[in-house]
């Protein structure tokens, strides 16, 4: 007899990156939720077996579902702050209200919501108080960390912040940062050849000039200010414009549109975007895991995800927290070394 694995609601599935870091660390997926047509074509096709409510989380009734474990990447907004308590309420009309609430009609064991690592500071620091005081009032030890995915076996430079909550009894602890970072040029050996963005004819020309890890800076000051336009004088921000990647780092954060001029992400090589594979890739998503839609939507819902293999290591430290086993370091370097 198969022994029960612990199973998996999800929240803003987007194309699946956290959801498959998760079963590659032995979870169940029961639910998925994500109202996007296109990201839910992508799960569907890639998992006959999910189960994927393609609906807007304010619809779902939670009353009948029950798991282990809530996930979700909720988008971060400001709250009304109305009154001072700081709580449940003063959420209200907001998706982390939708997330709270199927964390308090669900009750999992664990809960885990990831977002941008500038939530901490957003709004002063008060949202992320708040989110903390609405999540410790139903009973959950919350804590929180931001992980950089270059230190968990992604080819990116990816800061996320991770909030864990879990019931009394349950000892989280974050996993430990691997000490070998996997390069683009290891992240991209063999990558299958896809369909891709393009530049612009002027814009081509300009990034040809530009050597991989380099950027505007790099330009004749002539072409700097053209290309930068009124950003050129503008204090800070502009390190992203004219960017080449380099072969021997991990690529700068993936954003949803690869040629968007102010983040920038020029191959290495070639004066060209990353191609969807190459972003598919980056993001650590298996080779074989097609995306829905043309290619914009490709782009977009690659850029979005939780890159799979720092989805693992934390699903790897939930499993080790649900069963009370260690999780050294040396172990989550061998199983991402294995992925």
């Not at 963005?197 to 814009?203: C, I, P």
Request: net charge positive; proline share 5%; charged share 25%.
């Amino acid at each position: 007899m198969s022994k029960r694995k612990f199973s998996v609601i999800e929240l803003f599935a987007g194309a699946g990156g956290l959801a498959l870091g998760f079963e590659e660390g032995g979870f169940e997926t029961k639910l998925l939720v994500e109202n996007w047509k296109y990201a839910c074509e992508t799960l569907k096709t890639n998992r006959p077996d999910w189960e994927v409510l393609c609906e807007g989380v304010e619809n779902v009734d939670w009353s009948s579902y029950k798991a282990d474990i809530v996930t979700g990447g909720f988008p971060c907004q400001s709250f009304s702050h109305a009154g001072k308590r700081l709580g449940f309420e003063d959420t209200r009309g907001t998706l982390f209200f939708e997330f709270a609430r199927c964390i308090k009609e669900v009750r999992p064991k664990v809960f885990i919501g990831e977002n941008v690592a500038g939530l901490v500071t957003h709004d002063r620091g008060k949202t992320l108080k708040t989110m903390i005081s609405v999540l410790e009032s139903f009973g959950y030890h919350v804590q929180y960390k931001i992980l950089d995915a270059m230190n968990y076996g992604v080819p990116q430079k990816r800061r996320r912040i991770f909030i864990v909550g879990t019931l009394p009894g349950i000892n989280f602890v974050y996993p430990e940062p691997s000490r070998r970072i996997v390069t683009l040029r290891e992240g991209l050996k063999d990558v299958p050849k896809s369909p891709g963005a393009k530049y612009s004819e002027s814009r081509a020309k300009i990034l040809a000039l530009v050597p991989p890890g380099g950027s505007w800076v790099d330009l004749p000051l002539e072409l700097q200010k053209k290309h930068l336009g009124k950003s050129f004088g503008s204090e800070g921000g502009k390190r992203g414009m004219a960017r080449r990647i380099s072969w021997d780092e991990p690529s700068l954060t993936l954003t949803t549109s690869p040629a968007q001029k102010q983040t920038e992400r020029c191959h290495p090589e070639e004066t060209r975007p990353f191609t969807v594979r190459e972003y598919a890739r980056i993001q650590t998503f298996p080779d074989e895991w097609a995306f829905a839609g043309g290619m914009g939507a490709q782009y977009k819902q690659i850029g979005n995800a939780v890159p799979v293999k720092l989805a693992k290591a934390v699903a790897s430290s939930i499993m080790a927290a649900l069963t009370g086993k260690e999780q050294s370091q040396h172990t989550l370097i061998k199983q991402l070394a294995k992925a």
